[in-house]
């Protein structure tokens, strides 16, 4: 987390506008899509990091996404060519897995790029375009009633699941948590049913949000990343682009970085209690999520982020063979980048 009076200044700031229900907005000029940041302005990069109690999200609503260029990344310089602005010395940790990459978001730095451009699945990774998109096409107070075609979507597939029963009535905001933290299948399929409506035609908004996002080697499926009717691909690189545009949401960077969500028993639903599936969470400095993943064919996969001196540090590892060792080779990661960029004055 965050250390220092600037740090403290900036917490306070978002708690208050939190309150509020507000949120301020900047351009980011190099992506060409107008998003959320926190308030304060783009350098005012705090989260609750670690956060057993959810936020009080219900007032926040996130404003809609300003389409972009498919070619809108090709001069940021957040992701420079090999070669531009990478970190120098000394040498990464090793990053075992088919695929990594981590930079610096707010210098364009690139500390580590393993096959970045490679496409490949990347199983529950594909939530966090499902969250953001929901984002934009729903209120947080909306209600979703659970059918039972999500409960047996989850079941069939033998994927992860948020424990939802056909009947329950569960607000928007509820069911992200649910996406984001268990990695619900079940929840996912809810949202994208509703508002899609229809899973293939919240596929198509996905889709078409990625091409708004420059994400041109990234084809989504399904809301969850699911091996059928198709696993989807994306690459490491795309899917650090879209962590950064993802933290810029308010809403979506404080359910990323919760540890644990309660919802209280209700006449229209059960009490439900969702951890985190990211280790990282109280252990690790400054991190704010963001999503795990597995699947036989993608693998362990991870995009994971943290604040470190005034620096937000983005990576992303995917086809892991372990588990567990991808949290330690991220923690590792972050440790290192963070000592190769002075602090932000």
Sequence with gaps: MHHGGTGRTARAALVTALILGTTSSVSAPAWGISTSAPPGGASARVLATGSTASAPLATLRTPALTAAPTS?????????????????????????????????????TIHLSKQAGKRMPVASLTKIMTAYVVLREARLTDTVTVQAEDVRHAAANGATHASLRAGERLTVRDLLYA?????????????????????????????????????????????????????????????????????RDPVLRII????????????????????????????????????TGYTSAAGYCLSFAADREGHRLIGVILGESNGDRRFQTAARLLDWAGEQTPPEL
């Excluded at 070669?83 to 981590?102: H, V």
């Excluded at 930079?103 to 364009?108: C, V």
């Excluded at 949000?209 to 990343?225: F, H, I, N, Q």
């Excluded at 919802?263 to 439900?272: E, F, G, P």
């Design 72 to 108: 809108a990344f090709a001069a940021a310089p957040a992701f420079a060519p090999a070669g531009e602005r990478r970190a120098s010395a000394p040498s990464a940790p090793s990053a075992p897995g088919r695929a990594a990459y981590l930079y610096d978001a707010s210098t364009g």
């Design 179 to 247: 996406v984001m933290l268990p990695s619900g299948a079940d929840a996912s399929h809810a949202l994208a049913r509703v508002y899609g409506p229809g899973t293939t035609r919240f596929v198509a908004k996905m889709n078409a949000t990625a091409r708004s996002m420059g994400l041109v080697d990234t084809r989504y499926a399904t809301p969850d990343g699911l091996p059928k009717p198709g696993p989807g691909h994306s690459t490491a690189l795309d899917q650090a682009k879209l962590a950064d545009l993802a933290l």
């Design 256 to 291: 990323a970085s919760t540890r644990r969500h309660l919802v209280a028993k209700s006449k229209v639903h059960r009490a439900h209690t969702w951890t985190n599936s990211n280790k990282l969470l109280g252990k690790t400095p400054g991190v704010m999520g963001l999503k």
